[in-house]
């Protein structure tokens, strides 16, 4: 390849690298370590983190207002002007040229929209912040301390209950329900990003790094859920919220659920509707009565996918009801058309829809976004698992041990590091540097694809590493002692090289090529810690391979390309 060719890939490989790099180090050498267990919290905890800033920053703000009205805007809230302009030109009023603090005020068209503001830029700060770690490389239980639970599929059970029997490829895609069913329940429990996945072909892997309350966890894992179909009773529906609106402080009990006014009839029952807010959580909309009697239960809900209606194209949720299912929906569908139907979970009111006509076993929800819909389905899922299962294991690691093996690895790379600088330049020299320049690039590497594919990194994968440090020289010995015969023989310095990198070539890919094989067999039938530290030694492999044969031939092309072009490749030869 030309030289300006080569120069290209590495140059392209090195901005790629720099792309992939990028999060990680933000997210570890600039987010705050505060800042970090905000932004990994559950969605609950930002929502009350941000509504927590927004309330201080209000109380603050108007302290200030109430003190002296020309007071101007405290830098801690500059991020006010952009909306605050935006809204001035939105009223067709004059932009205030110095910014005081009841300028600012005035930006706003009430207190509750500058608290809106206040919150929304809190909450997409930490936001922002939550997404950029799942694009890190991660640290591992092993390092970073938490909780590993594995959970077997109860099969035995599952084929009781359903009278079938299962194939491996059946129970694998119940486990994928699952996984996307306990994802789902995370955030409601205040479960921090946990690594599910399966592992071998009945069993779950729960990996949840930090500190954990076991009694949470195990909530989450073996709730099992509720999810309803009632009817709403219209006419009692407008009095409840009527009667509500009119006295707020009769809305809850001192235990906070939502009382029952005593001009419900028996057999109904007030509860609430909710939407997702802008944190993706529950949020109140309106009250509702149901009748108490439960119309359908969700056990009977067979599947549920999103669909499009195909005439006016909006989103629509499709389910599919067992047998019995299908009878009780017919009957309950066929005595209340055009009533209103609610889908009930939890106790808490998810979707309504209007009953047009008799139902069966084939059931289709409209009047609802993409997102709304791809929720709704979820909903209707989750009130179950699909194939129950059992805890096996259930360990905890401990945080502290994580920071002192990852203190102890970085110290061991470090080491090994500069060992292997300083062997190579008191071997080779000149061309020592140059190796050890690739070397570094080739850590580069090698952390920007764990980085990219989000790989984690555990105790194995820094054990990994540092086999690759001392391994990645190879190549470079290989190539510097071939480039020394070729000398000796009384060759030219360029051609020295270029005869040396020709006649390593296949001796370097036969070596590397067994051990990629090796590795890849081990990531692919290995598991946990096996595989952690065989997806590095491969990822390792291949940078060194790149490295010796694209940026060190590259480096060589470079400094024989003067005029009097001079290879140092050791003390005695020059």
Wanted: hydrophobic residues 45%.
């Amino acid at each position: 390849m030309k030289k300006r060719g080569r120069l290209f890939i590495v140059l392209l490989v090195a901005v790629v690298c720099g792309i992939f790099l990028f999060p990680t180090v933000k997210w570890y050498g600039f987010v705050p370590q505060e800042t970090k267990d905000l932004a990994t919290g559950s969605m609950v905890q930002i929502r009350e983190y941000a509504q927590g800033k927004a309330t201080m920053d209000l109380r603050e703000l108007n302290s200030l207002i109430a003190s002296d009205p020309s007071t101007a805007l405290p830098n801690e809230y500059k991020f006010l002007l952009p909306i605050a302009k935006d809204n001035y030109k939105a009223m067709k009023r004059d932009v205030p040229r110095d910014w005081t603090v009841e300028a600012v005020f005035r930006g706003f068209y009430n207190e509750q929209d500058l608290f809106d503001t206040l919150e929304n830029h809190y909450r997409s700060e930490l936001v922002e912040i939550k997404t950029l770690s799942g694009n890190v490389l991660q640290l591992g239980l092993d390092l970073r301390g938490g909780m590993s639970i594995l959970l077997e599929a109860d099969t035995e059970a599952y084929e009781a209950k359903t009278g079938t029997r299962l194939g491996g490829a059946d129970v694998t895609a119940l486990l994928n329900e699952d996984i996307a069913i306990l994802n789902e329940r995370i955030d409601q429990f205040g479960v921090t990003e946990p690594d599910i996945r399966i592992q071998g072909s009945d069993q779950i892997l729960i990996e949840i790094p930090g500190a954990a309350d076991p009694e949470r966890v195990n909530s989450f894992l073996r709730g099992k859920g509720s999810l309803t179909f009632q009817i709403v009773d219209q006419a009692l529906t407008d009095q409840l919220n009527a009667y509500f609106t009119e006295n707020p402080g009769e809305v809850y009990t001192d235990g906070g659920q939502i009382k029952q006014p005593e001009f419900l009839p028996a057999g109904k029952v007030a509860t609430a509707y909710y939407i997702n807010d802008d944190y993706g959580l529950d949020e109140l909309s309106s009250y509702v009565v149901l009748n108490e009697e439960i119309g359908l239960d969700g056990i009977h809900i067979a599947n549920a996918v999103v669909g499009t209606n195909p005439i006016t194209g909006q989103p629509t949720v499709n389910f599919e009801l067992d047998s019995t299912g299908g009878e009780l929906f017919y009957k309950l569908t066929s005595t209340n058309t055009g009533e209103l139907m609610a889908v009930v979970q939890d106790g808490k009111v998810k979707a309504m829809a209007t009953i047009t006509e008799p139902i069966r076993n084939s059931v289709q929800i409209t009047g609802f976004g993409v997102e709304e819909a791809q929720d709704l389905s979820i909903v209707l899922k989750t009130a179950a698992l699909p194939i129950e299962l059992i805890v096996v294991s259930q360990q905890g690691v401990g945080a502290s041990l994580g920071e002192d093996t990852v203190q102890a690895g970085l110290i061991a790379i470090l080491i090994g590091l500069a060992l292997v600088f300083v062997f190579m330049v008191v071997i080779y020299k000149g061309s020592g540097i140059i190796a050890d320049i690739a070397l570094l690039f080739n850590l580069v590497i090698l952390l920007a694809v764990l980085s990219a594919f989000n790989l984690t990194l555990t105790l194995t994968s820094i054990a990994g590493l540092v086999l690759t440090v001392g391994m990645a020289v190879d190549a470079n010995v290989i190539i510097l002692e071939r480039i020394k015969e070729e000398l000796s023989y009384g060759k030219g310095a360029e051609a020295s090289v270029k005869a040396g990198f020709a006649k390593a070539f296949w001796t370097i890919m036969d070596a590397n090529v067994t051990t990629i094989i090796a590795a890849l067999v081990l990531s692919q039938l290995g598991s946990g810690s096996v595989k952690g530290f065989a997806n590095t030694l491969a990822v390792g492999i291949v940078s060194s391979m790149f490295n010796a044969l694209f940026v060190v031939k590259l480096m060589y092309d470079a400094s024989l390309s003067g005029k009097h072009p001079r290879l140092s490749i050791g003390w005695r030869r020059k």
